[in-house]
C-alpha cells in the first residue's frame, strides 16, 4: 500500500482520531458498533450486607479452563467507584445474571445511580433467591446466574475490568438441558443509547467445503 493508496482510503471512509474527539465521543463511537452487547447483570453485597445490582454491557468470556467472565466498569460521573467494583473489592464474590428480554425495563432501572446503602433489588421490585456458592444474590427470574470469585482485577485507561472464576452457575429449568444455551428468542442484547434488542434473527452460514 502507498501512500496516494492511503490518502484515497481516508477520502472516503469518515476517519476519527480519539485523541482529537470531544470527551464522550470515542464511548459513543465504540459502544455504537459493538453491537449487540450482551449484559452481565451484576449482584453484589457490600460490607455492610446491602444487596446491589447494576447492569454491564462491558462484557465477555474470559477464559474457558477455568472458566472466567470479565466485565468493565467506568468510573462515576464526578469520578468515583461505582457500588459494584467497591462491592466486589470488599466481598472477592459477585454473580453475573443473564436476564431474559422480558425483564428489559427492570435491568434499565438497575442502571440508574443509587446511593451505596439502597438495595437495588427492593428499589426496583426484583426478586432475589440466595446464590449456592457465594454470598450476593441471584436474580430469581435470571436465565443463567454465574456465581463468581474475584481472580483478578486489570484497570485499563479509565477502567477497570473485573475477572471473575464462575464456580457455580444455576439456570432456569430447560435451558442448558437439551442444547447448552439459552433461548434466543429470550436474549436481551444491548444497543448504542437507551436502545435494547430483544429477538435476534439467527442463522447459520452454508459450508462452502
Ligand atoms: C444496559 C446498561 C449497560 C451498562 N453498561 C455499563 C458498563 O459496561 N460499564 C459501566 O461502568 N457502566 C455501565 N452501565 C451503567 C451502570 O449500570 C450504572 O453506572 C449503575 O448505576 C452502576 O451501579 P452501581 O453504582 O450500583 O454499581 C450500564 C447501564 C445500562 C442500563
Not at 453484589?44 to 477455568?66: D, E, I, Q
Not at 473489592?89 to 436476564?99: D, H, K, L, S, Y
Request: with cysteine; charged share 20%; hydrophobic share 40%.
Amino acid at each position: 500500500m502507498d501512500e496516494n493508496t492511503i490518502t484515497d482510503v481516508d477520502q472516503v471512509r469518515d476517519v476519527l482520531r480519539p485523541d482529537e474527539l470531544p470527551e464522550g465521543f470515542v464511548y459513543r463511537m465504540l459502544a455504537g458498533c459493538v453491537l449487540p452487547r450482551p449484559i452481565a447483570w451484576v449482584s453484589t453485597k457490600s460490607a455492610a450486607g446491602v444487596m446491589n445490582l447494576a447492569p454491564f454491557s462491558f462484557f465477555t468470556v474470559a477464559s474457558r479452563s477455568p472458566g472466567a467472565v470479565v466485565f468493565s466498569v467506568g468510573p462515576t460521573p464526578d469520578g468515583g467507584i461505582k457500588d459494584t467494583l467497591a462491592n466486589v473489592r470488599a466481598t472477592g464474590e459477585f454473580v453475573v445474571n443473564i436476564a431474559p428480554s422480558s425483564s428489559m425495563t427492570s435491568v434499565n432501572a438497575t442502571g440508574f445511580a443509587y446511593p451505596p446503602d439502597v438495595d437495588e433489588f427492593q428499589a426496583c421490585n426484583i426478586a432475589d433467591r440466595p446464590s449456592l456458592a457465594v454470598s450476593p444474590p441471584s436474580v430469581a427470574d435470571a436465565l443463567v446466574s454465574l456465581e463468581c470469585r474475584l481472580m483478578q482485577e486489570v484497570a485499563v485507561g479509565s477502567d477497570c475490568l473485573v475477572i471473575g472464576e464462575v464456580v457455580l452457575a444455576t439456570a432456569a429449568p430447560g435451558h442448558y438441558r437439551e442444547r447448552l444455551h439459552v433461548e434466543t428468542s429470550q436474549v436481551l442484547g444491548r444497543m448504542s443509547g437507551p436502545r435494547y434488542v430483544t429477538d435476534m434473527r439467527i442463522e447459520s452460514p452454508t459450508s462452502t467445503k
